[in-house]
């Protein structure tokens, strides 16, 4: 019993002390994220259509510091305008320092615009800001790539739970001691079961563990996007409504719009094509089929 007590009062300490290696690291609600994002909306009304009384929609959030922005009534993109209205923004908040920007038109999962901005325009990655685009309904996802601190220290998004992460760690490490040492005999041998996957072209898909993996490459997927897949997957080779995808993967939350299920399926290709045989074909204004051949 004292080396169990030594090992939890250990454990205890170290905990305390990686909490505290991080106080220098400030942190934002999605609440606050989203605010930020809808502050560029309206920016990018004022900027580019001069229009300060149509809505800007409610930001919808995609993934990890991703989201999605639309508005109420189309408008003339002007690339330069745009971003120069990101950068504007982005040197006034405390809070975002490196964006990565895509534009995109209704009903095409492509981007017709997209750039990448830093500070200072060191790392800047932008072209074709003079070429002139129609008056459109066009969406724009932002992916923050970098925060400020207080210090204005730019900090990566992984550095923010850089701490807990090493609890955690530690902390599967001492539980693993303590299992050895007190409950080795209650293991059984051959008690665990590795979960099966179903074969997708040349991919294995794990629906229960999130996992796309090809060959020795292993892809981590969102919930939506397994959901999403598997739904598919389900239905192979035939086309499901989009209204029954909207239904089955998003149910009653009420946090998507047409545009959300778009960049879902634009995601799930660029995770399926490194097989070629493997396709989701896109039927106009009906849904979406998973082909494998």
């Not at 739970?161 to 409950?183: D, E, R």
């Not at 209204?243 to 009420?254: A, F, K, R, T």
Request: net charge neutral; hydrophobic share 40%; aromatic share 10%.
């Amino acid at each position: 019993m004292r080396i169990f007590k030594f090992i939890c009062t250990l454990y205890l300490v170290l905990i305390s002390f990686i909490g505290s290696s991080k106080t220098d690291k400030k942190t934002y609600s999605d609440s606050e994220l989203k605010l930020f994002v809808r502050m560029l909306g309206d920016k990018v009304l004022l900027d580019m259509a001069e229009d300060s009384t149509s809505r800007v929609l409610p930001v919808q959030k995609l993934g990890d510091y991703e989201y999605l922005l639309t508005f109420a009534t189309p408008f003339k993109l002007n690339p330069d305008k745009l971003v120069e209205t990101v950068r504007k923004l982005m040197e006034e908040s405390d809070i975002v320092n490196s964006f990565f920007v895509e534009v995109f038109e209704p009903n095409n999962t492509e981007a017709t615009y997209s750039f990448k901005i830093d500070p200072l325009g060191l790392n800047d990655m932008i072209a074709c800001k003079t070429r002139d685009y129609p008056v459109n309904s066009y969406s724009i996802k932002l992916e923050i790539l970098k925060f400020k601190t207080n210090e204005t220290r730019p900090i990566e998004k992984s550095d923010a739970n850089f701490g807990a992460l090493w609890a955690v760690v530690i902390g599967s490490i001492f539980c693993g001691i303590l299992i050895l040492v007190y409950f080795k005999p209650k293991l059984k041998v051959g008690t665990s079961k590795k979960e099966e996957a179903v074969q997708l072209g040349s991919y294995q898909v794990n629906f229960v563990q999130d996992e796309l993996q090809f060959g020795q490459e292993r892809l981590e997927l969102t919930s939506k996007e397994s959901n999403l897949l598997k739904l598919l997957y389900q239905h192979m080779n035939t086309t499901v409504a989009r209204d029954e995808i909207l239904h089955e993967v998003w149910g009653d939350e009420g946090d998507y719009v047409g545009r959300t299920l778009d960049v879902f399926i634009s995601k799930l290709r660029k995770k399926l094509d490194k097989d070629e045989a493997v396709k989701i074909v896109n039927a106009r204004g009906v849904g979406y089929k998973l082909v494998v051949g």
